[in-house]
């Protein structure tokens, strides 16, 4: 079975642009969420997905925003993007709230 | 809102050492997960606690889910430079909805 696959894996951006970012998961699965990692900041959450509805939503502003589609694979969006937002994205996929994330690679976003 | 917090944030061992990460929850978890990410990597699914007090072991990683589901442990016996990386806790509240992951510990091996 294949895993979670995220796409750009690498992605170099500049201040006040947009970026979007994909996330395919793992077949079956219909939950799918999006953590933002910083070194030293740990996993921040984003948020979650399941059958194309947010159901969570972690701290961020409104810059960032995503969707579910009807195959469940979820993209993320960040726009008017800012120094601070450099980060690797990961999206993690499992089968319900109860059950383990299975992550993929992720992305890393520079913004310059 | 929900907080889960990790200690210590990081720890260096000699190779043969034990190590012990802990993480404690503000409110009762349903159940814990947790996590280990490679430099790197991205996470990789270790194990999940459920039950009030349970204990689970993998070879010589032993995870501990205390009594009043609010706290939890991970330890390592004898590490190896193969231990290496980032271990997270993530607790499952299911009136929030929603997981939430410690800051994790990172573990240095010296062989």
């Known amino acids: 079975k294949a895993g979670v696959t995220q796409t750009p894996r690498y992605l170099i951006k500049t201040r006040g642009q947009q970026v979007t970012l994909s996330c395919s998961p793992i077949s079956g699965h219909r939950s799918v969420s999006w953590y933002q990692q910083t070194p030293g900041q740990g996993l921040q959450f984003l948020f979650e997905y399941f059958s194309e509805t947010q159901r969570n939503k972690g701290n961020f502003p409104g810059r960032f925003s995503g969707r579910q589609f009807s195959n469940s694979r979820s993209e993320m969006n960040v726009s008017t993007l800012e120094l601070g937002d450099s980060a690797l994205y990961l999206c993690?996929?499992?089968?319900?709230?109860?059950?383990?994330?299975?992550f993929g690679p992720g992305t890393r976003l520079t913004v310059l | 809102g929900q907080q889960v917090m990790q200690i210590p944030q990081y720890q260096h061992v000699q190779e043969g050492e034990d190590f012990t990460t802990y993480c404690n929850s503000s409110?009762?978890?349903?159940?814990i997960q947790w996590y280990k990410q490679r430099p790197g990597g991205h996470p990789v699914f270790l194990i999940q606690?459920?039950?009030?007090?349970e204990v689970k072991k993998q070879k010589r990683l032993t995870f501990q889910f205390g009594e009043a589901k609010k706290n939890s442990s991970l330890h390592i016996t004898a590490t190896q430079t193969t231990d290496v990386g980032t271990y997270f806790c993530a607790g499952l509240n299911t009136n929030a909805g929603k997981s939430t992951f410690g800051d994790g510990t990172t573990l240095t091996v010296k062989p």
């Open positions: 993690a996929s499992s089968l319900g709230r109860v059950n383990e994330q299975f």
């Open positions: 606690l459920v039950k009030s007090g």
């Open positions: 409110t009762t978890l349903s159940n």
